[in-house]
């Protein structure tokens, strides 16, 4: 079902997650529409922009950042544009929803587009979300975010493979080049986040 959700989305998301409680309303309304969606079952004859992946354990939203969030003040009140939307294991949107919220960038890169005022302490902020996600500790999750940024690289060919734009865009300039020196750089700099 469409419907209208007053507030505020788009790039003004970055700053509500970068204080401590805004990250932590940010891990929570992900659990909270897992929790919402862990008991539905798609029909296995629908047809989705990324190919489901194993297991099947709920309808990820595979593009949960801050951008597609609706806020009402600092407080977010609806998940926005539902099109990469697939049946996969909930680590799928966690490992996505880590790798911009930490975030697994460079100092350069966080300060500039993520908008970060100084460089974040990586390692508190993977804590601070797991906690608030519900995880018990943060045993693998730099392994599963990198997994993820691997699996975003898989999800664009797809999507060009089928001609479809931007990805189309993105396989034909520097895009996916990007996202692999994003993975080295994250392998490199394991440190900071454990």
């Known amino acids: 079902m469409l419907s209208y959700i007053a507030g505020e989305s788009g790039a003004t998301g970055w700053y ?47 593009d949960f950042g801050p951008w597609n ?21 909930r680590i799928n949107d966690i490992a996505y929803a880590l790798e911009y919220a930490v975030p697994f960038r460079d100092d350069a890169t966080a300060l500039s587009w993520h908008h970060f005022a100084e460089v974040p302490d990586r390692r508190a902020r993977l804590e601070v979300f797991a906690e608030a996600y519900g995880l018990t500790d943060t045993a693998g999750l730099v392994d599963d975010v990198i997994d993820r ?46």
């Open 16 to 62: 509500r997650i970068h204080s401590e409680q805004g990250l932590r309303r940010f891990a929570t309304l992900l659990r909270e529409y897992h929790e919402a969606v862990k008991d539905f079952r798609p029909s296995p004859d629908l047809e989705w922009a990324l190919q489901p992946s194993d297991p099947h354990e709920l309808v990820c939203h595979n």
């Open 69 to 89: 969030l609706v806020y009402d003040g600092d407080e977010p009140v609806g998940i926005i544009d539902w099109d990469f939307a697939a049946p996969g294991p």
């Open 149 to 194: 940024q691997r699996l975003t690289i898989v999800h664009v060919e797809e999507l060009a493979a089928r001609d479809l734009e931007p990805q189309v865009t993105w396989v034909g300039d520097a895009t996916l080049d990007e996202s692999r020196r994003l993975i080295a750089w994250a392998e490199e700099n394991r440190n900071l986040f454990t």
